[in-house]
């Protein structure tokens, strides 16, 4: 393995990182408007300066409890999932952290399973766990399929 660079932010008080270079944008949460019968994971759309994204829910993902909507760090992450822009909302961003290969390890085999493929890596940082996201695992091809859709009808 190599160095990383990721954005380390958390959710549910637990920290997670997404590779820099895979980054666009992070932005303060913003309104989210709620789409019924929208595909799995999928909390609403923003308009990101004239640009309608879609809010992909970690918290819906990793079965998480819905956080407190006063939060005031919450944050959004742009990224880019097979060339469609995709917002990932976080409760905060702590900060760009460059982590040094010796300090990731593989995902451990017993965490290793079809549901868990968006994990890249495991980084130790100080005295903390980062769980290093692999974007392009997060969605199946089936669901990112049906975003395309669902935002082409938008």
């Known amino acids: ?5 990721p954005i380390i932010f958390k959710l549910n008080n637990e920290e997670y990182g997404i590779d820099i270079s895979l980054v666009n944008a992070i932005e303060p949460a913003q309104h989210t408007v709620r789409i019924p019968n929208a595909p799995n994971h999928i909390k609403g759309i923003i308009n990101l300066r004239g640009e309608i994204i879609p809010v992909f829910s ?6 998480l409890p819905e956080a407190q909507e006063d939060n005031i760090e919450r944050k959004i992450i742009v990224t880019n999932i097979k060339k469609m822009p995709i917002a990932l909302e976080v409760d905060m961003v702590s900060e760009i952290q460059s982590i040094d290969k010796m300090n990731i390890t593989d995902v451990p085999p017993i965490v290793k399973s079809y549901d868990t493929l968006y994990i890249k890596s495991i980084a130790k940082v100080d005295s903390n766990i980062v769980i290093i996201l692999n974007t392009e695992k997060l969605m199946s091809d089936e669901e990112q399929d049906n975003i395309a859709v669902f935002m082409e009808n938008q």
Not at 1 to 5: H, P, S, V, Y
Not at 58 to 63: A, G, P, Q, T, V
């Open 1 to 5: 393995m190599e160095d990383i660079k």
């Open 58 to 63: 970690l918290r819906s993902k990793f079965n």
